[in-house]
């Protein structure tokens, strides 16, 4: 079931998050350039809790539009990379003479987490974007805790 949609038109569908990524993970760097880490990171964090909310609005009220799925996944693909590059930045600058250590900490927490979700979704996907989107909402739910915890730290 590919929700009504033709499977050369689907593929297409499911391209718009990894353009999304692709052109954002290029205007990331751009705006770091300009607006600082910080800037690009809230605006990062921000447009990821727009797409989050916007796919719990789409798997619970319009399960079957695949626009609406996909702009969401679009807004958390762009999110997630503006907020990428300055974690990773300040990642290799926590231990800076062990790059490579503080790069495969990051990479092993990030697969960890895709790996959680995977694990998760096998149990209560049922055909729909419902569970995807309540799992996504659970993980937009902790960064945002994860984020706010940071800033409290910080101050």
């Known amino acids: 079931n590919h929700l009504g949609v033709s499977l050369s038109a689907l593929s297409f569908y499911q391209a718009s998050t990894l353009g999304a990524f692709l052109v954002f993970s290029l205007l990331s760097v751009l705006a770091i350039a300009k607006k600082g880490m910080t800037w690009t990171q809230n605006i990062g964090f921000a447009t990821m ?27 958390i693909a762009a999110g997630g990379a503006f907020t990428v590059a300055p974690f990773g930045m300040r990642a290799y600058m926590i231990f800076p003479d062990i790059k490579g ?3 495969a ?25 419902v569970p995807v989107a309540a ?15 940071f800033l409290l730290r910080k101050e």
């Open 101 to 103: 250590t503080a790069m």
């Open 105 to 129: 900490v990051n990479t092993s927490i990030r697969q960890s987490l895709a790996g959680g979700l995977v694990l998760l979704s096998q149990f209560f996907y049922n055909g729909t974007i």
């Open 49 to 75: 809790m727009l797409g989050s909310l916007g796919l719990g609005v789409t798997g619970a009220y319009h399960h079957e539009f695949i626009p609406g799925i996909c702009i969401s996944m679009a807004f």
């Open 135 to 149: 799992l996504i909402g659970i993980y937009a739910f902790i960064c945002l805790v994860i984020f706010i915890t």
